[in-house]
């Protein structure tokens, strides 16, 4: 346990049943927060997650919502408080990409709604939520993609939804002012998760892996070290900012 971490912090992190968010659910019991670790479907993975914290001497425990659900989401940090306390970081990790990468116009009505409702909505309810409860000292970090800057075809509809979180990153931040409490965004690159590695090639891969000159894929550990800076003591003077965490890749 990090011992500048405050005793009685409690993150919410959501879509943290694989991947990153495991990866940072894991990282963020380590450095001492209590963590509620969020999941829509996967109650197994997300119990396994807890388990882990657990055997590790963390405190954890899983709760499902649908967070492109207002009310989902309002009764989500219902039961965290109930079970740990008030929300004082929020981790706005869940989200989805598109199979097969279609370009815009193939893209249909569905996939564009879904990404929407997860990607936009989900955080939006989510961080509504932390604004209306978190007193001072809180921490939201939300989560963008480096693709805004690499422009790959295939990624229209995704990177706009990540666009569109670097905005309400950057303007949260201005709307709290006076009640020091930072909001900021974490821009991954290629990332070696089950989400990124759905639906491409081994040859997308290996050409991707390439890409950044340390020349290989983000592990899930990479972005939850950066995000555990944001959400500790090293990160309070960090606030409406969006991190690039990709090797340089852009």
């Avoid at 405050?6 to 049943?17: D, E, I, Q, R, Y």
């Avoid at 055997?55 to 109930?82: C, H, I, K, L, N």
């Avoid at 963008?144 to 990153?169: D, Q, R, W």
Wanted: hydrophobic share 45%; proline share 5%; net charge neutral.
């Amino acid at each position: 346990m990090n011992p500048l971490q405050a005793p009685h912090s409690v993150a919410l992190v959501t879509g943290a049943s694989r991947g990153i968010g495991a990866a940072i659910a894991r990282r963020l019991a380590g450095d001492g927060h209590a963590v509620a670790v969020n999941y829509a479907s996967n109650q197994a993975e997300a119990q396994q997650v807890v388990d882990d914290i657990t055997a590790a001497g963390g405190r954890a425990f899983a709760v499902q919502a649908d967070v492109s659900d207002p009310e989902a989401a309002r009764r989500m940090f219902d039961t965290v408080e109930a079970q740990l306390g008030p929300v004082t970081v929020l981790i706005n990790n869940a989200g989805v990409m598109p199979s097969g990468l279609p370009r815009l116009a193939d893209t249909d009505d569905a996939t564009f709604d879904r990404l929407l409702a997860i990607n936009v909505k989900g955080s939006f309810n989510t961080m509504r939520e932390a604004s209306r409860r978190m007193g001072a000292g809180g921490r939201i970090v939300n989560f963008s993609t480096s693709v805004i800057g690499l422009g790959l075809p295939g990624y229209s509809v995704y990177a706009a939804t990540k666009a569109a979180m670097e905005t309400m990153t950057h303007i949260l931040a201005k709307e709290l002012r006076g009640r020091n409490i930072t909001v900021n965004a974490v821009a991954p690159g290629p990332t070696a998760t089950a989400l990124f590695l759905d639906g491409k090639t081994p040859e997308q891969i290996e050409h991707l892996s390439k890409m950044a000159p340390l020349e290989r894929l983000g592990r899930p550990e990479d972005i939850a070290a950066v995000v555990s800076m944001l959400a500790g003591p090293d990160g309070a003077w960090i606030n409406g900012q969006t991190i690039r965490a990709n090797g340089g890749i852009v």
